[in-house]
T-cell receptor, first 111, second 112 residues
Framework: AQRVTQPEKLLSVFKGAPVELKCNYS??????LFWYVQYSRQRLQLLLR??SRESIKGFTADLNKGETSFHLKKPFAQEEDSAMYYC?????????????FGTGTKLQVIP | DAGVTQSPTHLIKTRGQQVTLRCSPI?????VSWYQQVLGQGPQFIFQ???????GRGNFPDRFSARQFPNYSSELNVNALLLGDSALYLC???????????FGSGTQLSVL
């Protein structure tokens, strides 16, 4: 079974402070991991995926297989980063490809 | 490009009724997947279709079914609606079955 855990429902930080949104996963094979973001009144959209190893809007995420984590980080939070963030894992389950989402973390950046 | 489109945007049904939700993927995308999102939770995987074949199924009862048409659009059907089926139903498309997902705005289903 595959599982994604985001332990924080809400994370509040001041503008300019570092941000770390936690994501831990459980999966027996080699996972593909994503971060999706939903800004207010917008649809869910991809922020980044681990195989791209890219930085989007200043955010980065490193896959740590030893700790089974894929935490999302940004050194200096901006007000426009306020949104709902979902960690997701894509893997095979019972022969099928399946995407499992975490419960999400609401990031609130305080001006 | 219009992106992933879903219809209707809102729907109100009563218990026991049946509902059909529709999704049109981005042009060129062959894979469509469906998710249920209950308030305060992340999207829960229901189905994935690729090239008109079912490629994935989540832990949902047989009251939930779906299909994909030759033009890659898709329908999600839910029979014998229960109050607990009230949720936002999201459709997502991707070029291939394991690539990044592009989401629609969803259909908000309320079961009374």
């Amino acid at each position: 079974a595959q599982r994604v855990t985001q332990p924080e429902k809400l994370l509040s930080v001041f503008k300019g402070a570092p941000v770390e949104l936690k994501c831990n996963y459980s999966y027996s094979g080699s996972p593909e991991l994503f971060w999706y973001v939903q800004y207010s009144r917008q649809r869910l959209q991809l922020l980044l995926r681990h195989i791209s190893r890219e930085s989007i809007k200043g955010f980065t995420a490193d896959l740590n297989k030893g700790e089974t984590s894929f935490h999302l980080k940004k050194p200096f939070a901006q007000e426009e980063d306020s949104a709902m963030y979902y960690c997701a894992l894509s893997g095979k389950s019972g022969g099928y490809q399946k995407v499992t989402f975490g419960t999400g973390t609401k990031l609130q950046v305080i001006p | 490009d219009a992106g992933v489109t879903q219809s209707p945007t809102h729907l109100i049904k009563t218990r026991g009724q049946q509902v059909t939700l529709r999704c049109s993927p981005i042009s060129g995308h062959k894979s469509v997947s469906w998710y249920q999102q209950v308030l305060g939770q992340g999207p829960q995987f229901i189905f994935q279709y690729y090239e008109k074949e079912e490629r994935g199924r989540g832990n949902f009862p047989d009251r939930f079914s779906a299909r994909q048409f030759p033009n890659y659009s898709s329908e999600l059907n839910v029979n014998a609606l229960l109050l607990g089926d009230s949720a936002l139903y999201l459709c997502a498309s991707s070029r291939e079955s394991n690539e990044k997902l592009f989401f629609g705005s969803g259909t908000q289903l309320s079961v009374l």
